[in-house]
């Protein structure tokens, strides 16, 4: 017989006999040995086989001594590896002691670089800093770097980590971004802005010279938000042409990337650019690496990242890794597939490329009370359960700080996925993550008492509890968010985000009893139906919440995908008739519309109300919540949110938030305690004053003057036809919605004539906030005119038209108009535009009064307003602000056609 196998033998009988047993692991043992406490083992895989030769009749622990323990490969546990419920095995580091499992090689041979073509690549400011090591002299030949590149994620490869800190691939800026200054066409035409381009040979004007000193580089990687704040990807940097400042992206491959001008991107895996302390650059066609270290390297460790996915269960049931720290490897700390119980508690997870746990499948598995931060991408993603027969998986995260995570890729790698059916996470406190906090999908999920903070800091449109891809729909049903404390969430360069945000008609979730201080905007319903906004606290908040109709508009495609995943599940049929019954007669009660949703028993102090899409209104039941009234809290927040006694928010039946029980808890499960939380500065420029309010009075009156001549629509604006554009002949459009003045104004001049309404929009946007050239209000820039026939008075329905810089005109059913009223006012209306540069765009309208459905009557006012959707900080303009919807002409101005002069 084999050694090892004969020592398992021995080891089995000397143990079998008692119902409890302890291996025990040390650095200085040998797997040759016993694993006694005199004669340890020295690996956890050895452990591993001498715990699978058992005859379990009792628990199994296997202690393990404080130490380092680098692992040549991952550590795989299978079924044969499991324990039962009566004879559980527990991997745990000695009471007192850190137990350290290390993915990577500790990089030795430094020595200051000395090769003049080195040197010469080198920064100045580098020379006589920068160190190299062999990494191919140690032993170390998977060099891997970037790969796997796609949207929202990619893999590092190998890392450098120094004193157990992520070190930073050399790039350009530092810090911050460069910009995309013109994206071409394939012609090599500047575009305009905000248009997306897509060419096979992707190229665009970048004002800073310094990628055109990188020609003679390779392997070099742009790393940027091209599109869209929400959607990043890594691409290789093809060329640069020095004189023109063009770059060309992509590699062999030849594939297309869509592009926009302002959009932004930094460089990395770059020799020249390792000019400050912490950056590396590894040469691997030679296997060099070079590091300028923060400290003496005689004062820390240096490790690169060398095992992928250090610790991997399949099918394993019954197991307990408890104390351990596990770090600087390349994939995920634990991986987990099928099985059931297996639990990571009180662990300190970091420095891995990917996510600290991965499950997939299987039931009850849990992560407990660990602590995990600087992954490369999330922190625990639970996946388990079946849809089809809605069986809960029962898989847990609670207890645990993640924190400063997704270092590598920034959006979309939550702290907490949830995904399946019937799994949770509780107590847990979630800070410094650059995009969502807990993302969750599909059914039956449960989120609350986390406290969650600093989080959304790299993205606009996205939430810190978000509901994460795959697409959403009306299926995923049953989730509860409830007793959780977010606060200090502004979205990227503070210019807003939400605090928990169901998208794109997702439905049925309960969001209850949460406390929202200080963020952006609270709570987002994306056109979803049966959501319960009730008892949330918000103070001090951008705005506590939005409910929009995007399913009647245009997110209607939601309703094809969702449609056919209904009858894919048998949603008429058990066990979804049973547990949705609400789902019965869906299909046939207009499915898009966002029906079901209760705002009720909330109170909101210290920020705006909410509001409700014109289409909405009518589904939504808003009923008993305490608004624009002090709600008389014992304490200053945030020391406190207890009510006073004598607090009208008692009348409107508000139940106390336990919010002492709210986020982690002390517990022998806990990696460490007390634990420190660090608030981030926020990177907003510091607040502005108080923009002037418009002061109440009567609405304006405009006259509108008969044309002069002819008006073409062409997008031209052109002096002769439009009063030689004088400020004085038009309308100024300088309000927001509740009437604050704004920064960037638009202009406008109206005319007529005996068959139509002409209107000339000339708006002012941000350079360094791109335009959002598209099709959809709300988010794309566009123009807007809307009216009301005063012969009906309040009966007569609110005419919406809207146009886009695309040259895209809608006659829009927002407001309320019926279907055929919004047709004839689309009819015949011509309408043209016209991007003139990235700080000016202009828009033309002919309106036959025909469409209108009236005849202009001398000296009849009618309730009129102009808007402009734009982009940053002030997007809405207007001639009135309504203080509500931008068309809600009642609060707006008044116009009257004015007879010829003379």
């Avoid at 296997?287 to 240096?302: D, M």
């Avoid at 009234?629 to 207890?642: K, M, N």
Wanted: hydrophobic share 40%; with cysteine.
């Amino acid at each position: 017989m084999y050694p090892a196998l004969l020592l398992c033998l021995f080891v089995a009988c000397a143990l079998s006999a008692a119902s409890a047993a302890t291996i025990y692991v040390a650095p200085n043992g040998r797997d040759t040995n016993p694993g006694t406490a005199a004669r340890p083992l020295a690996t956890l895989e050895g452990a591993r086989d001498v715990v699978r030769s058992l005859q379990k009749t009792g628990p199994v622990t296997v202690e393990i001594a404080g130490g380092v323990y680098e692992l040549k490969q991952p550590l795989e546990f299978g079924a044969a590896d499991s324990g039962t419920e009566q004879a559980p095995i527990e991997y745990r580091a000695r009471e007192g002691q850190e137990v350290r499992l290390v993915g990577g090689r500790t990089v030795t041979g430094w020595r200051l670089v000395s090769d003049p073509a080195v040197l010469r690549r080198l920064s100045p400011l580098a020379r006589g800093k920068v160190f190299q090591a062999d990494l191919k002299a140690l032993g170390i030949t998977d060099l891997q770097g970037i790969n796997s590149a796609q949207t929202y994620q990619s893999d590092p490869g190998l890392e450098l980590f120094f004193r157990d800190q992520p070190m930073t691939l050399a790039r350009y800026p530092n810090t911050g971004y460069m910009r995309i200054a013109a994206a071409l066409d394939a012609e090599g035409k500047p575009q305009p802005a905000g248009s997306i381009v897509t060419t096979p040979n992707t190229r665009f004007v970048c004002e800073d010279p310094r990628p055109a000193t990188w020609a003679s580089e390779k392997d070099i990687w742009l790393h940027g938000f091209w599109v869209w704040d929400w959607a990043d990807l890594r691409v290789p940097l093809l060329s640069v042409d020095a004189e023109t400042r063009t770059i060309s992206l992509g590699d062999a491959t030849s594939r297309s990337y869509g592009i926009r001008t302002g959009q932004w991107f930094y460089a990395e895996n770059v020799l020249p650019e390792l000019d400050s302390p912490g950056e590396w650059y590894l040469d691997r066609d030679t296997g060099i690496l070079y590091f300028w270290p923060p400290a003496p390297l005689s004062r820390g460790k240096a490790v690169v990242s060398v095992v992928r996915d250090l610790i991997r269960l399949t099918d394993v049931s019954h197991v307990t890794f408890r104390g351990l720290t596990v770090e600087a490897g390349r994939g995920q700390g634990f991986i987990i597939r099928g099985g059931s119980n297996v639990r990571v508690v009180g662990c300190t997870i970091r420095n891995m490329g990917n996510w600290a746990v991965k499950v997939y499948g299987g039931t009850q598995h849990g992560v407990v009370g660990c602590d995990i931060t600087q992954t490369g991408q999330g922190g625990i993603h639970l996946e388990g359960g079946d849809r089809k027969t809605l069986t809960p998986a029962g898989h847990y995260a609670d207890n645990n700080h993640i924190h400063h995570t997704s270092r590598w890729d920034p959006v979309y790698q939550q702290g907490i996925a949830l995904y399946g059916v019937g799994n949770r996470a509780t107590h847990n406190l979630i800070d410094n993550v650059p995009h969502i906090a807990i993302g969750f999908s599909h059914n039956d999920m449960t989120i609350e008492y986390n406290e969650i903070h600093s989080s959304v800091f790299q993205s606009n449109d996205a939430g810190a509890i978000y509901t994460s891809p795959p697409d959403e729909t009306w299926s995923m049903r049953g989730h509860k968010i409830r007793y959780n404390y977010l606060h200090n969430i502004h979205g990227f360069e503070g210019r807003g985000c939400m605090g928990v945000y169901l998208d794109d008609c997702f439905s049925s979730a309960d969001i209850s009893s949460n406390i929202f201080y200080d963020v952006a905007t609270a709570i987002l319903i994306g056109g979803g139906r049966d959501n319960l906004i009730t008892n949330n606290l918000f103070l001090n908040c951008g705005r506590a919440f939005s409910i929009d109709a995007r399913g009647l508009g245009w997110a209607k495609g939601v309703g094809v995908f969702a449609t056919q995943e209904l009858h894919d599940l048998n949603y008429t049929k058990p066990p979804w008739s049973v547990k949705y019954p609400e789902l019965l007669g869906i299909l046939e009660d207009d499915p898009l519309a966002p029906k079901g949703n209760v705002v009720a028993r909330n109170i909101c102090w210290g920020g705006p109300w909410g509001w409700i899409e014109g289409l909405a209104q009518p589904l939504v039941k808003v009923e008993d919540n305490l608004t624009d009234e002090d709600p008389r809290l014992t304490v200053q927040p945030p020391a406190g949110f207890r009510l006073a006694p004598d607090s009208p928010a008692h009348k409107i039946g508000f139940r106390p938030i336990p919010f002492r029980r709210i986020g982690l808890y002390e517990s022998p499960d806990r990696a460490s305690w007390p634990v420190v939380s660090t608030l981030r500065k926020d990177p907003r420029p510091p607040a502005p004053k108080p923009k002037p309010v418009r002061k109440a009075g009567p609405p304006p009156v405009f006259d509108i003057p008969r044309r002069l001549g002819a008006i073409s629509i062409d997008g031209q604006l052109e002096a002769a036809e439009w009063f030689g554009l004088q400020p004085s002949k038009g309308l100024l459009l300088q309000e927001g919605v509740q009437g604050e003045k704004v920064r960037l104004l638009s202009r406008a001049w109206l005319a007529w004539d005996d068959e139509a309404l002409y209107v000339a929009f000339d708006n002012q946007v941000s350079p360094d906030t791109p335009m959002a050239i598209g099709d959809a209000w709300g988010s794309s820039d566009a123009v807007e005119v809307a009216i009301r026939d005063a012969a009906w008075g309040e009966q007569a329905p609110i005419l919406v038209l809207r146009g886009f810089p695309t040259g895209t005109f809608v006659s829009s059913d927002e407001a309320g108009a019926p279907p055929e009223v919004v047709k004839r006012a689309g009819e015949g209306v011509q309408y043209a535009a016209r991007v003139v540069d990235s700080s000016r765009w202009v828009a033309e309208l002919r309106v036959p009064f025909s469409a209108l459905g009236f005849t202009p009557r001398p000296g009849v006012r009618y309730p009129f307003n102009l808007s402009v959707r734009k982009q940053g900080a002030d997007p809405w303009v207007e001639w009135r602000g309504t203080g509500a919807q931008t068309w809600y002409v009642p609060g707006a101005g008044l116009v009257r056609f004015a007879p010829p002069a003379g």
